[in-house]
């Protein structure tokens, strides 16, 4: 079985098979508050919660950025493709007979320790040749003997030139001389239709924030692509305000939708966009609406009616 032509089969730039990771040291952390809510689905031990499998694979998926004017974060639709990518590889590694399950580990964290990537100030993990943009898909796996030829085990690295270009762009402050502080970062308060004020206010793209990515010169060598047509279609606040989210989600995928988020993105960029004739849509979107959602849809309708 040769593991690394089929990740490429299925679409993905590099594989890397590692023992089941230990990683004591990041479960203590996040037990002290050290890292966002979002990480609450990772598995704290993963020998105990894979006690079948003899490795983790790690598939990596790199991605271009959208340009600065397009309002979606090139980091979706690409998550979205490597998930099906993974789904494909799964079902090939099945037909031989291996038994995988998508694995909750803390990947990019177990891609420092095993000294492939490094962690740079803006708290983003660096690979060489994919720099910050690129997508993990982990799948723990019970391969047989012959084919468990782990990736070498690197030596830590430096990569960050301490520029602080992230830090004197990052809208929320989150980048500071005493590190990382994700109570601060815009992207751990998008997993919900509520948003604090603060984080509303900075928005400048849907689902998520690119802009530490985007001045690191250790990106520079990645050149935007266009939007594509049905992205742009897609997207449009005023399509995804009318409520016809469907073109969107097939971009993205459907779990996106998740308690209104992806209409509650919209409504919040309509009003940082200053998009008045929006207003229509906005309140026929309020009037049906409960909840966090409701609340958020009626902060962007306030906001724009201070400008007409
Ligand atoms: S922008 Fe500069 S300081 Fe920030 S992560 Fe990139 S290299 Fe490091
Ligand atoms: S994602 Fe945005 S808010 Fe978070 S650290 Fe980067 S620039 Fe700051």
Redesign the pocket.
Known sequence: MNLAELAKQAGFSAAYLLPVPQYDEWTRRRASGAFAPQTGWIEGDAAAAYPWANALLLLIWPYAPLPPDAVLSGYYPASNRSYHAMQTLREALAGEGVRTERAAVPVKTILVDWGLGTR???D?IFLPGFGTRFIVQALMAALPREALNYTPKGAPFEA????????RVCPGGA?GPGGYDWRRCLRAYEEGPDMPPWVMERMSCLLGCEV?QD????NHFIQPRPMTEAEREAFALEKLLSGDLKPALAIIGKNMKKGGKLTAQAAVLAANQGRTDLLPLLEAQAAQAEGPLKETLLWAISHLQKEA
Do not use: G
């Open positions: 740079l100030d803006s983003l960050c030139i301490h520029c602080n270009r992230c830090r980048i530490c001045v690191c010169p250790l």
